[in-house]
């Protein structure tokens, strides 16, 4: 320890004072040793390797300097050959000695001495213990021979005098060679250098070039030198001659003569096909890898052109097409590129659309991770308008898909900060991960939103997905069924919004109801206001009622079939009248709904006609038919300024809150029932929502319906006695987006008299169906399995759902079964008839729509316009449309329900009875809806009977109608004695199927006595008998299943069934629709709570109190 002290020099006193005034004492006897590190890089060999090789900018000069050097030694070259005079005779001394100046001569004894200097030297600072890998190597032996001889002449020139030494030629050609290493070198140096990675592709050009330019320099001074003995060819000459040899034409008139310029080009041309080949082999890979990557995003075209960026794990055509048809069917979108960024090698299918010269010039591909900086550089994501992110919801692990999504989204976020994020969730517990990002879509909470109002509100699925897909309203205009141009007319209808002084349709009503100008506007321009947001809120209300008064500055949202900007108005009446609502609403002609065209592009719709109609049309007030009809009073008027005490519930909507029940019952409910926020969220990021609980929390094992534990002994869902029909749905797990499913049907604005029991099944064998109650469950939902989402051939990932529904279709004919698939492609396996001739023509139209390029060819299945079918991924558009309509995400969220805002209002719907017919009109509708309860239609969803031909569906025949087309009266009582055996004792029979099937086979053949016509109906008839006799096996067969349970076969209707009719939706249809019995009306009621006074709390404000703060952990869904 002594000597280690006396080696280590003491501190420097100042060092010692603040060591005192630190109170460090022990600094005396300090044994610490300072140590230097990298003392290797100190030596004058180290320094060298860093100044020439380690450095990236210093080494760079220096290749670049012996580019220059190399360059300018050929450059010598040719000013030699130029200079020299051509000398006679045919001797070989003029292969070895040439002419050359003394300056000339100088000149490259200089070059040639720097370019020695500089080889030896690199050679040394890059020797690793064998010289002859120095030695040896290609490069130095050419500087070798380019170098040395010129040395060599300089030091007999100048040491023995011998001038003609300089003289000796010197293949200074070859030194191309070094310059083209030397350019090699200097690009991969110049890459380094700018931080940037340099492209293989580009390299390769580079490489090939410089190796045929060499080759090429190197045939032309080789042949002039060696036929200074023969033709004494120039350097032109030599030109002519190595392009035209290398080009394969070889016209013959300029020819090497001496067999040395013979020999040479022969070995020029060897050299060449083993040379060029292997360059050309490189680059044809590369080229091939270049286009199965997709190469780079231009800088230049990423600043002066607009695009955005399409992240995905792996690319399907349908989510392409999808994509790319919803993009681009905005016009101020048609000139932006669309980038698609994907780690998998492109599909067939996409590259043979991507060929499409429509796509091919403005979508480019890349193959690439966007959790690499270099891969999002190449998209230029930097200068990206948006970047959308979509999860594989093919993936077997959801919530694995999930993570690569939120990785995804975090890398994009790092690396462009300002680059808005348009993100796809699958999970809703993993939607917090994202909340930064500008827009996002969790597909589960949409999913079981919609499912779950399908069960209240009929085809909401229909509804949104109409609503959130870009459409002119022109499918279904060439069919010549009356429904399919009405619903495909109205399925053009979409959201907007516009600021309402800058609006033709609103401006009129600044300082008047929302309710007056939602009604008048549609009157009067035919378009559905139904939400307004101020322009110092970032919150949209949804029907904010009649108590909120327009303001010039707030922005309005509506539905109509094109935007206003994009809309010329014809025959419109400026004047203003002091009683002009009086006129509009007591005269005997209908309401004068003026014109209006929806122009978009070459395309003009008529949308309401401007005539006047007859005196013998629908008026405001009831008709009268008769003297016993009393008349009813007219509608009233739609105040500007509404009273909000006169509004109130209306009889037309048969959906009396608990509040007008009778005391007693008021009592019991409020016993069971409470109203407040769920005390526990599934997840983070699920908006709190005000419903219905129950007071006490149910303990886990009642909530098992098919096992009896020790507070109840049901069994089974009959044995519960409960009042309202059961929802069910069939899931494969219980996962957080139930919650989702739950939450809307029991939102607080829903009675509490028509709250529906929800069962939850997990797996659905026919035992487990009949103990929940699906014979009498108002709705079943089936969720697509996540499980089977995946398989070998993408479309077959529904194959299980659809089957097993299928199966649920022909056992409970009656029952509505509502389903989820992944491929909107398979929806028309639901409700499957092989021989069913009407879906058979739906399929021929649907193939016509797509061909005209329709984005909503499948719309006219009739499972699709019913709603009892839907696929998340149509859904995906409102991501997409979210890029145009920032807001749609959130009205979307409003009408689901997933999200709630003090004051805006909810979808519900009404049903029109018998007792409503009297409005007639869809306007008349409206305004009574806006004068009474201040609910705002929005559309409307319609059964009917199908009326088809017999080319066009199946024809059922009783046998009784067979009977009158005999003439035997044999005959007529052959079929009698069958007749009798297809009374109500069939499902005693096990047999009957096949006595049926005999004794249509028999009719068929007796066929050829009648007319094609009836050869048809007897067709038909075999075909009607052997579905009865079918439907009469299930039935048999469910009917034993349940006596083998226990159960009571009462109320399984197996007869029943949907066949008949077929229901569609029609979005904003025009005021002069007429509304039908069974007519179901969509709804925008407005808040409940607005009209509640905040002075005098009702019971239902005290029980929500009490719930939600002294028994807020015991309260439950």
């Known amino acids: 320890m002594v000597d280690l002290e006396s080696e280590v020099p003491p501190l420097p006193p100042r060092y010692r004072f603040r060591d005192l005034l630190l109170g460090d004492q022990g600094w005396q006897n300090d044994d610490r040793v300072q140590v230097e590190f990298y003392m290797n890089e100190n030596t004058f060999k180290e320094r060298l390797k860093l100044f020439f090789i380690k450095n990236q900018r210093s080494s760079l000069r220096i290749r670049l300097f012996n580019f220059s050097l190399k360059l300018l030694s050929c450059l010598l070259y040719i000013i030699r050959v130029l200079l020299e005079n051509p000398s006679q005779g045919n001797e070989w001394s003029h292969i070895f000695w040439v002419n050359r100046s003394l300056p000339l001569w100088g000149l490259q004894v200089s070059v040639a001495l720097i370019s020695l200097f500089e080889t030896i030297l690199l050679g040394y600072l890059s020797y690793k213990g064998n010289i002859w890998e120095q030695i040896l190597r290609i490069p130095f032996i050419l500087e070798i021979i380019n170098a040395v001889p010129f040395i060599i002449s300089f030091r007999f020139v100048f040491q023995i005098f011998w001038p003609s030494l300089r003289n000796l030629f010197v293949p200074v050609f070859l030194n191309c060679w070094l310059a083209k290493h030397a350019l090699e070198n200097m690009i991969n140096d110049l890459h380094r250098a700018i931080q940037r990675t340099q492209s293989a592709m580009f390299n390769q050009v580079l490489i090939l070039i410089s190796t045929l330019l060499c080759l090429i320099f190197t045939c032309i001074c080789g042949i002039q030198h060696l036929e200074r003995i023969g033709k004494k060819l120039n350097l032109f000459d030599s030109l002519y001659f190595c392009i035209v040899t290398f080009s394969t034409v070889g016209f013959g008139d300029v020819t090497p003569e001496t067999w040395s310029s013979k020999l040479f080009v022969v070995a020029m041309i060897c050299v060449a096909l083993v040379v060029l080949p292997i360059q050309f082999e490189q680059l044809a890979y590369l080229w091939m890898e270049r286009q199965k990557s997709g190469g780079n995003y231009s800088r230049h075209r990423a600043q002066t052109e607009k695009h955005v960026v399409l992240c995905v794990s792996s690319l399907k055509i349908d989510l392409l097409m999808d994509f790319l048809n919803e993009f681009y069917a905005h016009p101020r979108l048609q000139d932006y590129y669309v980038v698609i960024l994907c780690p998998t090698e492109m599909d067939v299918q996409v590259r043979r659309v991507l060929q499409i010269p429509m796509w091919s010039q403005r979508v480019i591909y890349l193959q690439g991770s966007a959790l690499k900086d270099q891969d999002l550089l190449r998209a230029k994501m930097d200068d990206a308008e948006a970047c959308f992110i979509l999860s594989s919801r093919c993936e077997v692990d959801r919530t694995s898909s999930d993570h690569q999504t939120i990785l995804r989204a975090w890398a994009v976020k790092d690396f462009a900060p300002n680059c808005p994020l348009y993100v796809q969730i699958l999970k809703p517990e993993n939607k917090f991960h994202i909340k930064f990002a500008d827009h996002v879509v969790c597909e589960e909470e949409f999913k079981y939103a919609m499912l779950a109002l399908n069960c209240i509100c009929p085809a909401t699925s229909t509804l949104i997905t109409l609503l959130v897909h870009t459409s002119r309203g022109q499918e279904g205009q060439q069919s010549p069924e009356q429904w399919q141009k009405m619903y495909g007319r109205c399925s053009g209808n979409e959201v907007y919004h516009i600021v309402l002084e800058e609006s033709t349709f609103f401006a009129e009503y600044e300082g008047k109801s929302f309710t007056y100008a939602s009604f008048h506007a549609h009157k009067k321009f035919g378009v559905c206001l139904i939400g307004v947001r101020r322009e110092d809120n970032k919150n949209i209300l949804l029907n904010p009622g009649p108590r909120y008064i327009m303001n010039s500055t707030d922005i309005c949202f509506y539905i109509n079939i094109t935007k206003e900007e994009n809309s010329a108005f014809k025959n419109q009446d400026q004047r203003r009248k002091s009683n002009v609502s009086r006129s509009f609403y007591h005269g005997p002609s209908r309401l004068p709904v003026h014109s209006i065209i929806a122009s978009m592009g070459t395309v003009a719709i008529d949308l309401q006609d401007t005539s006047c109609r007859s005196a013998s049309g629908p008026t405001l007030s009831l008709p009268t038919e008769g003297s016993k009809e009393v008349r009813r009073p007219s509608i009233a008027p739609v105040l500007e300024v509404a009273d909000t005490s006169s509004i109130q519930t209306c009889d037309l909507l048969s959906d009396q809150s608990e509040d007008e029940t009778t005391p007693d019952e008021e009592i019991s409910s409020n016993l069971e029932y409470a109203k407040g926020y769920p005390p526990y969220s599934p997840y983070i990021g ?432």
């Open 686 to 1117: 699920s908006s709190p929502t005000f419903c219905h609980l129950l007071h006490e929390k149910v303990p886990f094992c009642c909530l098992r319906l098919d096992k009896s534990c020790q507070h109840n002994y049901y069994e089974d869902a009959k044995a519960y006695g409960f009042k309202n029909k059961l929802i069910i749905v069939a899931a494969e797990t219980a996962g957080n987006g139930l919650y989702n499913f739950i939450v809307p049907l029991r939102a607080y604005y829903r009675p509490k008299k028509e709250l529906n029991p929800i069962v939850l099944l997990l797996d659905n064998p026919l035992d487990d169906l009949l103990r929940c109650g699906v014979t009498f469950a108002a709705n079943m939902v089936v969720v697509d399995k996540e499980s089977t989402m995946s398989a070998e051939e993408d479309y077959m990932a529904d194959a299980k759902t659809i089957v097993n529904v299928q199966t649920l279709f022909r056992l409970f004919s009656s029952l509505s079964i509502i389903t989820e698939l992944t491929h909107p492609a398979n929806m028309r396996f639901m409700q499957f008839r092989a021989k069913d001739c009407y879906s058979l023509a739906l399929s021929k139209l649907e193939k016509k729509e797509r061909e005209r390029g329709s984005n909503l060819a499948f719309m006219f299945r009739l499972p699709f316009a019913a709603g009892r079918v839907f696929s998340i991924s149509m859904l995906d558009t409102l991501l997409y449309q979210s890029f145009v309509k920032d807001y749609m995400i959130s009205i979307t969220r409003l009408l689901l329900g997933l999200d709630t805002t003090p004051g805006s209002g909810f979808l519900c719907s009404m049903k029109i009875t018998a007792d409503d017919l009297w409005i007639r009109t869809y306007a008349r509708l409206y305004q009574k809806l806006c004068s009474s309860t201040g609910d705002v239609p929005i559309g409307i969803y319609r059964t009917e009977s199908q009326k088809l031909t017999t080319s066009e569906s199946q024809i059922s025949i009783s046998v009784e109608e067979w009977e009158d087309t005999k003439d035997s009266r044999e005959q007529g009582h052959h079929r009698g004695n069958h007749r009798n055996s297809t009374s109500s004792d069939q499902s005693d029979h096990p047999l009957l199927r096949r006595k049926s099937m005999q004794w249509a086979r028999r009719l068929s053949r007796k066929g050829p006595k009648h007319s094609g016509k009836t050869a048809e109906k007897i067709t038909q008839q075999r075909l009607n008998l052997y579905r009865r006799s079918e439907r009469q096996e299930l039935a048999e067969l469910v009917k034993n299943r349940m006596k083998h349970l226990g159960l009571s076969t009462v109320g399984y209707d197996e007869m029943n069934d949907h066949q008949s009719t077929l229901s569609y939706i029609l979005i904003n249809p025009s005021p002069d629709t007429r509304i039908e019995l069974n007519d179901v009306v969509y709804l925008i009621r407005p808040d409940p709570l607005a009209y509640l006074p905040n002075s005098e709390p009702s019971r239902r404000n005290s029980i929500c109190n009490v719930t939600g703060q002294d028994s807020r952990e015991e309260t439950q869904l």
